[in-house]
């Protein structure tokens, strides 16, 4: 089948949220990334997400709502602490793990007793959660293992004759999936995946914020996990990605050794006045560079890049959830200096 590329009009919105009621994955834009939408009630629509995506089947997906009242239709209990923390980040880059009940299909879990919950920001796609009368399961739209997309052009090009459709609604803001979090108790909750809604945001709402291990170290093979993006590697570009976490002297240091057709290097904004090598830059903070990042992974394939040294972010704040998905991307391979 043809994919076919809508835009963001009433119309449009409408042909794509019923695509979703009939059962039909459609590529659509969120303030994260774009992600790959289908209802998450219907066993057969979230296997199409998977073999769209190739995606591992205990990989489990977030269910998108329209409004964070709807989540008791989905869940069995929901926490004092989650409505503190909706009122204060719904809509917005938040996904919380709470217990599922039957209404979602243990496909759409990952096999898990729990399901994550997010109320997205982004008109458009609340827009079509609204049109569809659907809770929309909707993994980043990429190929399994790949930089997420942040524009239609993106997913065009990894999704053309795997899904229905694609909704171009404009860039991601954020760049960066939403942060996932657990319940630890009744006044603490755990990071499993980070992104704009940083540990600093959570601890205006919580007593405690932990953030979970396997954020920054490779989870055991056969282990089980609550959040997308904590077990395989992920985020990953053709290139072999490998970060140094140094000042910029170290760092090109390293890659003098390494020097050779097909290296390149990422950089931050402001190096690239000193950087002699084939270089890129992603920001000069950690908010540019969550945005930029996947974007610039993608851009150094169509380079023909065989490998990329990054400079890695400090892991604060946002950059938290840059640091993560750059670590992934690497296979967890990184020079300290």
Known sequence: MDTILLNDSENDLLKAADLI????????????????????????AVRAIFT?????????????????????????????LAYKLAERFCPGPLTMVLPKNDRIP??????????????????????????????????????????????????MRDMQGRVAAVVNGGQSDFGVESTVISFDSDSS????????VTQEMLLEVCD?????????HEVEEGATVASPGMKYKHYSPKADIIMVESDFESFKSVVD???????????????????????????????QQAHLLFQRLREL??????????????????????????????????IRI
């Open 257 to 287: 050794k390494a020097y050779s057709d097909g290296v390149y290097t990422l950089v931050f904004d402001g190096d690239e006045a000193n950087c002699p090598y084939r270089h890129m830059s992603y920001g000069s903070d950690s908010l």
């Open 21 to 44: 009621k009939n059962g039909n994955v459609v590529g659509l834009p969120t303030e994260t990334v774009y992600g790959l939408g289908a209802d998450s009630a219907n066993e057969n």
């Open 208 to 216: 405690n914020v932990v953030i979970d291990p396997a954020i920054l």
């Open 106 to 155: 243990m496909v759409t879990s990952g096999g898990l007793d729990t399901v994550g919950i997010r109320v997205p920001s982004h008109p458009v796609m609340h827009r079509i959660i609204e049109l569809s009368g659907c809770p929309i399961a909707a993994p980043s739209a990429n190929i399994s293992g790949y930089p997420s997309p942040t524009t239609a052009e993106h997913v």
């Open 301 to 334: 394939d169509e380079l023909g890049a065989k490998k990329v040294y990054v400079r890695a972010p400090s892991p604060e704040g946002i950059g938290l959830a840059v640091y993560n998905r750059l670590i992934r991307a690497a296979g967890f391979e990184v």
């Open 52 to 80: 769209a995506k190739g995606r591992p089947a205990d990989n489990p997906l977030i269910v998108h709502l329209a409004d964070f009242s709807d989540a008791v239709k989905y869940t069995t209990s929901i926490p004092e």
């Open 189 to 196: 909750v755990r990071i499993l995946r980070p992104g704009a």
